[in-house]
């Protein structure tokens, strides 16, 4: 216990990415869908920050503030098309959208 | 000794004769006749040479013998010598060609010459080229006239062949020929059906005779060691080579043949049904040559019966018994037929069990010596019978005949002498023939002889005499009836192709008599040279035959006998001549006794033998088989055929039910609810849910990444 | 390091809590704050890391717009507010189960490449720092050595922009 680890902060984003994805196949709402997509983008920076450190490079600083602007990008166009949906059908439930069924 | 030599000529020119006229026939002037007349005349001159040769071959060794005799005995006392007859061996002309052999078995045919076989030749010559003359007249302008002198040409080399046959297998073939000859000529106007009928009785009847004769030529071969030579089973058999029991076999078997062929009881019931064919014919072959085939086989083959049948040492055999019931059954039934060539047909029944019985009481000369006078009279009566038929066109005597000595007086006259020369009237032939058989059944045989037989033999006699005298007055005497009576066109005597040769066989019957006269002190004025000239010159004298055996000897002329004949035949004549002439008797004694009525239904319906051969042996025989046939065809065969049909539907329908629809169509539905079921079952992957496809997706990946990372 | 792996532990307990929270809260606006809570341990998980400029950069972006955005997001689908029955799927075993699929392949793989003792962070992070900060170092990296993916983001925030507009105004 007296260093940090590497393989401490991956598995501490291995989890964040598995909660991210348990989020994203469990949740109803499509908000809490995109909610728990941050999380997932959020283990990716974990790691990349990580490895940054580990190799003293400040590349993977670099890559964690490109992935957090394209996070924000996404979370806007993404609440952007809920909205719609919300207008079109009165309702975010992701098992209403289900017109893809065959 | 030319004629001698080159007798198995005489067959072959009837036979060159035959396919002559069957090829050239219809296109000669006289359609074919001139040439088997020709033919026979050919025949007879050489048979006649043949005889006359023979004669010198028989002097010739005579001489040599007395020579011989003369040489050794010239010390003892040539005169004792001078007065015995001395002993000496005639030799056979033997000439034999091998026709194949197989294995070490020689099949052979040809020649053998002997006493019997040529006395034969001029028999059978004779009376052929006699009915050949008579029936250019008698069937001219027939339907088949050519055929007809065809297979009289194909009989007669058929029967010349079988005389002078040298090996049994030759004697088999040739008496089948006759057989087929008998059989076409017989159907000759086959186009009524009972003729034709009568043609198939005769064949099959003889058929049933043949097989004895096959089973008999077999045994004979195995007896004498593997050979068909006549000569040497004769030797063997008089020898004792062959066992008694072999020889006993062989002679029962063989009687079967002459029982079939030579008309002895049972067998006899085709010689009357064969009168359906012409006249000529029935007085060839079924009076004077065929039916003589089988007295000739047992001549030819006396050796064996003589051993088999202990002829000499016995006082019963099988072959006298049947020629004994073949007298007295024949001439019975000679006394209810109306048709005139029925009571000729019977009485050659008759006459032939005579023959028969004599060489079954060991009189093998008079045996040869009646067929000799017989085929004479017989043929001359049947030939006089089928005269007054020409002119009436009908045969039966009680109602178309009747008073035919005024308008064929010539006819009368033949017909007359050949009935007395039958009755055995002295002097002619019939007597002398008939009186040596008597005289042989008298003197013949073992203990107590064959006596019993010169009984049947009287018996006979009478009967003979009463029957011909019946026949003689319904044809020649009374009132004119049926036919004969028609005023348009009353009957007239025969031409003369019709008469001559009755006059010949008229005169044959007077004189053939002398032939073998024999020396007793009552004839001794006749001087040696003439005397018993027959048994000189046709009685086989070598190792081959029974002569040279103790058993065996020469009935001596009996005065009494003689006698008592000729008184028992007057005798027969008186009667029959009283009943017909002045009516006396019991006439109509068939209306008023029942036993009579039966009697003579009896005798009409020829003993029921035909109904028992007919409707019951062979309706038993038939009966069942075609029953069997039947059902074996309606169950065995149909039911095959359609057990196979049902078995073809049954197969169809069960493939149909269990194989298709269940297997086949389950297999091919299985596949196809497969295909849909699992269609369904993975439709339910297509939720439309998003975040189930993402699940899948992810799932997908930690499984891939799992395999690659922990696994790889 | 005793206080580093201290902190560290103390940060990641909150972070893990406060993530599961996130998935499996039945109220929307509480998933949003724990969500919050969630942002400001990772930024605080990047100083532990002497990634200061991140970790800034993470409060101001993450939660202080995009979290908004959330919540204008759930006022505007008239989210239910309080408790919701109804936001988790009946399906949400195989949600889970293929988690802990994914979570179990990643542990492996990780233990197995970085192990527990091979690879320690180094002492002092701060190796090649250029101007003695974090921020100085970064700003150097992206307006030269990354300055092309600068520029493209920017685009794409433009395109983001641009395309919520579009997508969100009433028409």
């Known amino acids: ?102 | 000794m030319f004629f001698l030599e080159h007798a198995y000529l005489i067959p072959l020119i009837p036979t060159a004769s035959f396919f002559l006229i069957l090829f050239f026939g219809k296109r000669m002037p006289k359609k074919g006749a001139e040439i088997g007349i020709a033919a026979l005349a050919i025949c007879f001159a050489m048979a006649l040479a043949t005889n006359v040769q023979w004669r010198d071959h028989v002097n010739k060794a005579e001489h040599r013998a007395e020579e011989q005799y003369q040489l050794t005995h010239t010390e003892a006392g040539a005169e004792a010598g001078a007065e015995e007859h001395i002993e000496f061996d005639v030799e056979p002309i033997h000439e034999s060609w091998t026709w194949w052999s197989s294995g070490n078995v020689e099949f052979s045919a040809g020649m053998l010459l002997d006493g019997p076989g040529v006395m034969m030749l001029f028999v059978v010559t004779l009376i052929s080229l006699l009915v050949h003359v008579y029936s250019t007249d008698y069937v001219g302008g027939d339907r088949r006239y050519t055929h007809y002198f065809a297979f009289l040409s194909l009989f007669s080399a058929s029967m010349l062949g079988l005389v002078m046959s040298e090996s049994t297998l030759q004697l088999l073939t040739c008496w089948e020929l006759v057989g087929l000859c008998s059989f076409a000529l017989i159907g000759h106007w086959w186009e009524e059906k009972p003729n034709s009928d009568a043609a198939l009785k005769a064949f099959i009847t003889n058929r049933v005779g043949d097989v004895g004769l096959i089973c008999g030529v077999i045994i004979l071969f195995f007896g004498a060691g593997q050979t068909f030579d006549i000569l040497t089973i004769n030797q063997m058999a008089v020898s004792g080579d062959i066992s008694h029991l072999v020889l006993l076999v062989a002679s029962c078997s063989l009687m079967a043949a002459v029982m079939s062929k030579s008309g002895q009881f049972i067998l006899h019931t085709w010689l009357p049904d064969a009168m359906a064919g012409p006249t000529p014919v029935s007085a060839l072959i079924h009076a004077a040559t065929m039916v003589v085939a089988g007295i000739y086989l047992v001549a030819r083959l006396y050796g064996v019966f003589f051993e088999g049948f202990s002829i000499g040492t016995s006082s019963v055999n099988p072959l006298a018994v049947i020629g004994a019931v073949t007298v007295i059954g024949g001439a019975g039934l000679a006394f209810v037929q109306n048709d005139i060539k029925k009571v000729l047909a019977y009485s050659t029944v008759s006459q032939l069990g005579y023959m028969a019985m004599a060489l079954g009481v060991g009189a093998w000369t008079a045996a040869l010596f009646h067929l000799f006078t017989h085929a004479m009279f017989k043929a001359g009566l049947f030939l006089g019978s089928g005269s007054v038929a020409h002119s009436v066109h009908s045969f039966d005597m009680k109602e178309d005949m009747g008073g035919m000595r005024k308008f064929m007086p010539k006819t009368f006259v033949t017909f007359t002498i050949c009935t007395l020369a039958l009755i055995g009237i002295v002097p002619l032939a019939g007597f002398w023939s008939k009186d040596e058989i008597l005289a042989g059944a008298e003197q013949l045989g073992g203990p107590g002889g064959y006596k019993a037989f010169l009984v049947v033999g009287l018996i006979g006699a009478f009967m003979t005499a009463a029957y011909m005298t019946r026949c003689w007055y319904l044809t020649f005497w009374g009132e004119p009836r049926g036919h004969a009576a028609d005023e348009e066109h009353p009957p007239h005597e025969s031409g003369p192709s019709i008469v001559v040769p009755l006059y010949i066989l008229s005169g044959m019957s007077m004189l053939a008599g002398f032939a073998n006269l024999p020396n007793t002190r009552f004839l001794s004025w006749v001087p040696d040279g003439i005397a018993v000239r027959f048994e000189h010159y046709y009685e086989p004298k070598g190792e081959y035959f029974p002569a040279v055996l103790g058993s065996f000897s020469h009935p001596d002329f009996n005065i009494g006998i003689a006698l008592v004949s000729t008184v028992i035949g007057a005798l027969g004549i008186a009667l029959a001549a009283g009943w017909y002439f002045k009516d006396l008797g019991p006439h109509g004694i068939t209306r008023r006794s029942k036993a009579a009525r039966i009697g003579h239904q009896v005798l009409v319906q020829k003993y029921y033998l035909d109904w028992l051969y007919t409707d019951v042996i062979v309706a038993a025989v038939k009966g069942p088989i075609a029953r069997g046939a039947y059902w074996f065809n309606q169950k065995a065969l149909d039911g095959v055929v359609d057990g196979a049909a049902t078995t073809a539907v049954r197969t169809g329908r069960f493939v149909y039910d269990k194989i298709d629809q269940s297997i086949v169509d389950t297999l091919v539905d299985g596949s196809g609810a497969a295909a849909e079921g699992s269609g369904q079952g993975l439709r339910r992957i297509q939720t439309g849910r998003v975040q189930q496809y993402a699940a899948l997706l992810f799932a997908a990946t930690a499984v891939l990444a799992g395999v690659f990372i922990i696994v790889i | 390091m005793v206080a580093q792996s201290l902190f560290f532990y103390a940060i990641a307990a909150v972070i893990v809590f406060s993530a599961f929270r996130v998935v499996t809260t039945n109220n929307v606006v509480h998933a949003a704050l724990y969500l919050v809570a969630v942002l400001a341990s990772v930024a605080a998980q990047y100083v532990l890391l002497a990634a200061e400029f991140v970790a800034a950069t993470q409060v101001l972006v993450y939660i202080g717009a995009i979290v908004v955005l959330f919540l204008f997001g759930i006022m505007l689908t008239r989210s239910r507010v309080g408790a919701d029955q109804g936001l988790t799927h009946k399906h949400w075993i195989s949600g889970a189960a293929t988690a802990v699929a994914l979570f179990a392949v990643m542990a492996y793989a990780l233990v197995d490449e970085f192990g527990w003792s091979r690879t320690p962070m180094p002492a002092d992070p701060r190796i090649r720092a250029v101007n003695g900060s974090n921020t100085a170092t970064v700003s150097d990296s992206i307006f030269s050595t990354y300055l092309v993916p600068f520029e493209a983001v920017s685009v794409l925030l433009l395109a983001a922009l641009v395309g919520a507009i579009v997508l969100a105004r009433k028409d």
């Open chain 1, 1 to 102: 216990m007296d260093d940090l680890l590497l393989n401490q902060f991956l598995l501490l984003g291995a989890v964040l990415f598995c909660l991210g994805v348990y989020g994203v196949l469990a949740r109803r709402n499509a908000v809490l869908v995109l909610m728990s997509i941050e999380l997932i983008l959020n283990a990716v920076n974990i790691n990349l920050i990580a490895f940054g450190a580990l190799h003293g490079s400040v590349a993977g600083a670099v890559f964690a503030l490109f992935v957090i602007a394209i996070a924000a990008a996404e979370v806007g166009v993404g609440l952007a098309i809920v909205l719609l949906i919300y207008r079109n059908r009165r309702s975010v439930d992701l098992d209403d959208m289900a017109e893809m069924k065959g």
